[in-house]
């Protein structure tokens, strides 16, 4: 079956502009994370969502960072005029109900010059 | 304090023999589970092996085994027989419950890069 799709792949954005990052879940997977890994680095935590609500966003790194799932699926992370510390890989994770094993996406490689 | 340690940015490993990577976490939850992943030079996270806190054997996934030493705080990931298709980075990551079962997001270390020598 299908596994967690990103897109788009690569973003490269200038400095100041707004972005808007994809993912699209395993089908029926209620939990979808959202992490971003920044050059040897590993993965860090930035929201989690139940269904379409946010049950934890304590990791957006300041209010530039938004992130939406309207129908319980397909979630939205928008970067309000980026910096070019933004720059990362970000990936989505999604699980079956909360507890359950995450299962990642290839990721969405942004650079921000 | 660093949650999850991973003291070994890299290391090299003949084909065929075993390797241990090492994990230490920090945490004064009693509930928790440890993961580990691999990430290929390809950028996804795979999901190799999980230990929970109150799990009393040592999981095993195939040639995968997590050697858990509770009272050190140690979670090393065993790879026994290594292969060519092993060189990849790991990474070791926790999710830590206490009273909050809502807690559900993974804390990871800075990863090993792993390469397996023919």
């Known amino acids: 079956g299908a596994g967690v799709s990103q897109t788009p792949s690569n973003k490269v954005t200038e400095k100041g502009k707004y972005v808007e990052l994809r993912c699209d879940p395993i089908?029926?997977?209620?939990?979808l994370y959202w992490y971003r890994q920044s050059l040897g680095q590993g993965p860090e935590f930035l929201i989690y969502?139940?269904?379409?609500?946010?049950?934890?966003d304590s990791g957006l790194p300041n209010d530039r960072f938004f992130a939406v799932r309207p129908e319980g699926s397909v979630s939205t992370l928008k970067i309000q005029r980026t910096e070019r510390g933004d720059s990362a890989v970000y990936l989505c994770?999604?699980?079956?109900?909360?507890?359950?094993?995450?299962?990642f996406g290839p990721g969405t490689r942004l650079t921000v010059l | 304090a660093q949650k999850i340690t991973q003291t070994q940015p890299g290391m090299f490993v003949q084909e065929k023999e075993a390797v241990t990577l090492d994990c230490t976490y920090d945490?004064?939850?009693?509930?928790?589970?440890l993961f580990w992943y691999k990430q290929p030079s390809s950028g996804e996270m795979i999901f190799l092996i999980y230990q929970g806190s109150y799990d009393e054997q040592n999981a095993t996934e195939g040639r995968y085994s997590l050697n858990f030493q509770k009272a050190r705080k140690s979670a090393n990931l065993v790879i026994s027989a290594s292969q060519l298709g092993d060189s990849a980075m790991y990474f070791c990551a926790m999710r830590e419950w206490g009273f909050n079962f809502g807690n559900e997001k993974l804390t990871f270390g800075t990863g090993t890069r792993l390469t397996i020598i023919p």
């Open positions: 945490t004064s939850d009693q509930s928790y589970g």
């Open positions: 089908s029926g997977h209620t939990a």
């Open positions: 969502f139940q269904g379409t609500g946010a049950a934890d």
């Open positions: 994770a999604s699980s079956l109900g909360g507890s359950g094993e995450q299962f």
